[in-house]
């Protein structure tokens, strides 16, 4: 695998996946993959009315800064020689002077779909209370259970207030239920107009991202003056073009603390092992930050990188030095690891159209429990329990913002757009560029040379089948 397998849809040589690369960046390079126009957000229509935001919050002393369209935030925030090109940028996010909708008579609706994720209720409670409080919009529906929500009429929407929303940032998953899955857009389309929604905040993965997107497409088909904000959701970390998503440090700190109970576990037993498996279908980001938070895992596991399990080289092998040497081992796995080992049945899918892999926990506590039947093995899948706690505060700051964040682009009539953070500022992402490719770990990337420096861990291939 290259350097730019994964080049194009983060920093050019993709250094560090949740934050500004940190080493050198060509701009231009970074730039290439992506040109200018496909940057251009869509408008629902031509904003017309002035922005009734005209302070901050309720404090007249500070009145708005306003940003254009104009504002950009570089792809490539680091240049590498005299290029001096900064390249395609993309369109800041923040309150514009000038509304497309007219507050009073705006019906906005919030979704969430897919997996849960530490932030939800932090995300919503924001958009409700800026669109609300801020913008005087008036009527705020909460969708329920995903897209299916919008079509299944024994599920009503719930009329949503700030006291509704006042305190649900504390409790972990989302208030309005969330699913899988995707259905006729007909229906979809009839539920949307059917209950008079100008505005469709849509949170979620890149599988939900393109459900809005094919929301935005048929509405401008039928021409239903629809905007349809995005907000990245998943703790895998996986959406392209973006810093982090919401949840991910949380879902970090979750994983880390059970990490670090298998260590105690791990080196309080004569050959102590421990294994814990993590989220993470196709990018390892939980297991790799874990590993680093934690500092004392041996082994990390995660799909973007190869090993074996037997033989001298393969995992076995190295597992056997490590109870030699240190007397125990703590390994983290990443569930999509898997797919080195089994013959994955790529027509299983979940309802997202994700590829459904095989558990890897159990096969891994099996095989190494049969590989060293003297040690003492003990196996954790923390997995729901990382997903379902509630946003640490770090996340919850970051979901607050891009809640905010969302509604000052859809106020302004921008649609088919995702909220991003890109270099630490805010930013607007059209939606056709999130489903290109996942993002994920390059295995030349810093962080995961980092991996490999706290783990020490060795490569786990035989020499004949290693790539340079
Ligand atoms: O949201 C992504 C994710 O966390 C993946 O890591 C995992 O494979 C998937 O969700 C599992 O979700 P569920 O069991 O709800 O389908």
């Known amino acids: 695998m290259s350097d730019d397998d994964h080049s194009g849809f983060f920093p050019s040589d993709e250094e560090d996946h949740v934050g500004p690369p940190a080493g050198s960046t060509d701009a231009f390079a970074a730039g290439r993959r992506v040109r200018e126009e496909e940057l251009a957000i869509a408008w629902v229509r031509e904003p017309h009315v002035e922005s009734p935001m005209r302070f901050a919050g309720n404090d007249e002393s500070v009145p708005i800064r306003y940003r254009s369209d104009a504002d950009r935030v570089c792809i490539g925030a680091t240049y590498r020689g005299e290029s001096g090109n900064a ?52 009527r705020v529906l909460g969708i329920r259970y995903g897209y299916a929500g919008l079509t299944d009429v024994d599920i009503a929407p719930m009329e949503l207030s700030p006291k509704d929303v006042g305190d649900i940032h504390k409790d972990g998953g989302t208030i309005l239920g969330s699913s899988r ?73 979750e994983a880390t603390k059970v990490v670090d109970c298998a260590h105690v576990e791990a080196r309080s037993a004569r050959n102590g092992i421990g294994l814990v498996k993590l989220m993470g279908r196709d990018a390892g980001f939980i297991a790799a930050h874990a590993a680093l938070a934690s500092s004392d895992v041996d082994v990390v596991l995660i799909p973007e990188v190869a090993f074996t399990l037997d033989g001298e080289q393969g995992l076995m092998g190295h597992i056997d030095n490590l109870l030699h040497w240190n007397g125990h081992a703590l390994i983290v796995v990443a569930e999509g690891a898997s797919h080195h080992f089994f013959n994955q049945d790529t027509q299983r899918l979940d309802a997202s159209g994700n590829r459904l892999y095989q558990d890897i926990g159990p096969f891994l506590r099996e095989q190494i429990c ?72 390059s295995p030349r990337s810093s962080i995961w040379r980092s991996v490999l420096e706290t783990t020490g861990q060795p490569c786990l291939l035989p020499e004949e089948v290693r790539k340079d």
């Open 87 to 138: 390249g395609p940028g993309f369109e800041r996010a923040g309150p514009r002077a000038q509304v497309s909708f007219v507050p009073s008579r705006t019906t906005a609706a919030i979704v969430t779909c897919g997996g849960l994720c530490p932030g939800l209720n932090d995300v919503i409670r924001s958009i409700v209370r800026v669109l609300m409080g801020g913008y005087g919009v008036r």
């Open 181 to 253: 899955g995707f259905p006729p857009m007909d229906k979809v389309m009839d539920g949307i107009t059917g209950l008079g929604i100008d505005i469709l905040f849509v949170i979620g993965g890149d599988g939900t991202q393109r459900g809005g997107h094919d929301i935005h497409v048929e509405a401008q088909k039928r021409g239903v003056p629809l905007a349809v904000v995005g907000i990245p959701k998943t703790i895998d970390n996986d959406i392209p073009w973006v810093d982090q998503t919401f949840g991910f440090e949380t879902a970090v700190a």
């Open 370 to 441: 049969k590989a060293f039947p003297k040690a003492s093995m003990k196996y954790i899948d923390p997995s729901y329990s990382v997903r379902s706690a509630p946003a640490n505060a770090a996340d919850s700051v970051f979901c607050a913002r891009l809640g905010q964040y969302a509604v000052h682009a859809a106020m302004a009539g921008k649609s088919d757009m995702l909220v991003g953070r890109w270099y630490g500022k805010f930013t607007h992402i059209p939606l056709s560029l999130i489903h290109r490719k996942r993002k994920s770990i």
